[in-house]
């Protein structure tokens, strides 16, 4: 090869990689189904990241996409599909784990804390100790989100580490939406639901059988950020101001749903296009077990068991080495 022909292609590669670097003004977000996401629906219906854009010096073109599971979703970031990926704990500590000294995947923010139900229909189950070989339990991907995390940390508490595992083969992957129709019509394989709000909260007022026999809270110790939103360092790295502009936005709209929750309900309502009955939907907002908040809580306990049972490889000494270090979040847990 000749010296001039290197030169041209060295050139091309600096000016390829400079324009990479300062490809600012595009951010594309997943989310899932539910209120979890609410701080999401509250963005994109005011149009917070493109308000905080300009006040950054940038014209911010927001693209938004909705999967179901965390497979799903750790799959779109990692192929460059996405670069706000919006899922469980579950998912990021799994992802988190995998990609470090690679893409360094780490939490952006929390969407707030909410307390997740697993609700059965089965008259006969009262607990996760009475669940049997005929009972089938949906979730959105079996061993990855955070519902199936939850319910091994919860089969580890009752029968022992060594038998976390126990439950996984009662559960079953499938969409919210879906899950609950099977839930509330009764007389299927499913008869239970791992969910989020307000599909739990659907279930209990549709099926007069649905009950609740797991609380997330009860398992984790108090209200947790079961749903949080995570990226790519070379992401955040790249795009300094997009990404600034985009968790001031989330800052804002966890204010805005904290003091108008008529407003966020009928966001949520907007945005989603959802059929939930609002009165339904405004008591899941207005419940004190809920918080609105974009700073993790009670999250690290989750992260011990996995490294423990051995569902990640690394041990995190903090919360602090599955987030990014961000003003937005001054403190965590």
Sequence with gaps: MSRLTSRVIAAALAL??????????????????????????????????????RKNGVDVKVEWTQL????????????????????????????????????????????????YYLVSNNPKVKSIADLTEKDRIALPAVTVSVQSRIL???????????????????????????????VIAGGTEINGHFGNPPFQE????????????????DVLGGPSSATVLYATEKFRNENPKT???FTAALAEAAKYASSNPEGA?????????SKVDRNLLLKIIKNPQVQFSVEPQNTYGLSQFLYR???????????????????VITQGG
């Design 68 to 115: 179901s599971g965390g497979s799903a979703v750790n799959d779109a970031l990692l192929s460059g599909a996405i670069d706000i990926a919006g899922a469980g704990v579950g998912p990021l500590l799994t992802v988190w784990d995998r990609t470090s000294g690679k893409q360094n995947v780490k939490g952006v923010a929390s969407l707030g804390s909410f307390p």
């Design 152 to 182: 091994q940390y919860a089969a580890a508490k009752q029968w022992g580490e060594k038998d976390f595992a126990r439950l996984d083969k009662f559960t079953q992957t499938l969409p919210h939406p879906d899950a609950t129709a099977a």
């Design 309 to 327: 049972v051995g569902a990640i490889k690394k041990q995190p000494a903090s919360w602090r080495d599955y987030f990014f270090d961000d003003p």
């Design 243 to 245: 990404y600034r502009a």
């Design 265 to 273: 309900a009928d966001a949520y309502i907007r945005v989603s296009k």
């Design 16 to 53: 390829s990689f400079a324009t990479a670097a300062q490809a600012e003004g595009r951010i594309r977000i997943v989310e899932q189904f539910g209120v979890v996401y609410l701080l999401l629906n509250i963005a994109q219906d005011q149009q917070l990241i493109e308000k905080q854009g």
């Design 202 to 217: 659907q279930e209990l007022a549709g099926n007069p059988n649905a009950h609740i026999i797991l609380n997330s809270y």
